[in-house]
């Protein structure tokens, strides 16, 4: 920008005269960013233990994990070179990446032998339905 209204937005933009605004005015909500929902992706018993399932949530692709008698949601994007979690072996609370052995922590989402991680979602199993929130 150049010109009078430059000066004029550089002056009205210094830290003293911002106004932060913790709370909206009744009757207006920041719909900016919607709160996580839970989505029902399957029923108990679907997904046989020490097993995978990728489920499409909102376009969201979603590695479904049955380990130990408890179910486990990590992105389905493995962050070395994109593979496809949901479908890698599950050995030991780990699922093992199927494009080039990287292994995560299906409760975590850590990697084991590095600092990367995918993301993990929430899982409610309620009245034989498994729910993950996204």
Known sequence: MAGIGSAAVERSLTKE??????????????????EPSLHRVASVGEIEAGEASVVDVDGEQIAL???NDAY?????VC???????GQGRVEDECVYCPWHGWQFDVESG???????TVPTYEVVVEDDEIHVRV
């Open 72 to 76: 486990f949601a990590l992105s389905n």
């Open 110 to 116: 850590e990697h084991v032998q590095g600092d990367d």
């Open 79 to 85: 962050p070395h070179q994109g593979g496809p979690l």
């Open 65 to 67: 994990f049955h380990v």
């Open 17 to 34: 005269n911002v106004i932060y605004v913790d709370s909206f005015p009744q009757g207006m909500t920041d719909t900016s960013a919607e």
